[in-house]
């Protein structure tokens, strides 16, 4: 007498599939997304608003500090200026050794702001628009692609109650 039993082989064809991300993790991955996006977006316009519509202004210096980074460190001021209309308006930005070992308080210091918004300025010396723009919109895709994850089905794995076909593998036990 012989007794024939089928089981089925499941062979993994590509990548394994893991433990999808909970709802709870999906959540923080899209605001952290979109967290990027608005960060990215915001300096793009920034420097965009500083290259096209920068004008030159003259500041003076209220203080000079440092501050320690990976690269060694950066030097910055703090500066004020009154436009033409009478308004007092504050800013910082990078400036350059050789400037912060020269500067002190009341000291004139070349800008550049946005007449339209005073607030958006930086020292003239170091400008760098052009890469910070490039910088921005580099980044501007891996902040969409963060979102995209979080916002992602998992399309990839079957469903539990139909399983995949497999290789049909009789057994015969005699």
Same mark, same amino acid.
């Given at each position: 007498?012989? %007794?024939?039993?089928? %089981?089925?082989? &499941? ?12 709802? =709870?993790?999906?959540? %923080?991955l899209? +605001? ?5 996006? #608005?960060? *990215?977006?915001? !300096?793009? #316009? ?10 030159? #202004? !003259? ?6 500090? #440092?501050?320690?980074?990976? @690269? ?8 004020? %200026?009154?436009? /033409? $209309?009478?308004?007092?308006? +504050? @800013? &910082?930005?990078a400036?350059?050794? =050789?400037?912060? $070992? ?13 007449? =339209? ?11 760098f628009?052009?890469? *910070? ?13 963060v979102?995209?994850? =979080?916002?992602? &089905? ?6 539990? *109650?139909? /399983? $995949?076909? +497999?290789? *049909? ?6």
């Amino acid at each position: 007498m012989e %007794f024939h039993k089928t %089981f089925k082989i &499941r062979i993994s064809a590509g990548r394994p599939v893991g433990k999808p991300i909970s709802p =709870a993790g999906r959540f %923080f991955l899209a +605001g952290v997304g979109i967290f990027l996006l #608005w960060l *990215n977006g915001n !300096q793009f #316009w920034h420097e965009y608003l500083l290259y096209h519509y920068g004008a030159p #202004w !003259q500041a003076k210096v209220t203080s000079t500090y #440092w501050t320690s980074g990976k @690269g060694g460190p950066r030097y910055r001021a703090r500066y004020s %200026f009154t436009l /033409p $209309s009478g308004v007092h308006v +504050g @800013g &910082r930005g990078a400036i350059s050794r =050789a400037t912060y $070992s020269t500067l002190k308080p009341g000291d004139p210091l070349g800008i550049r702001y946005v007449p =339209a918004d005073p607030r958006i300025s930086e020292p003239a010396e170091l400008s760098f628009n052009v890469r *910070n723009m490039t910088l921005a919109a580099v980044f501007f895709p891996v902040s969409l692609s963060v979102i995209l994850i =979080a916002l992602r &089905r998992k399309a990839d794995a079957p469903p539990e *109650n139909n /399983p $995949s076909p +497999g290789l *049909n593998a009789p057994t015969i036990i005699r």
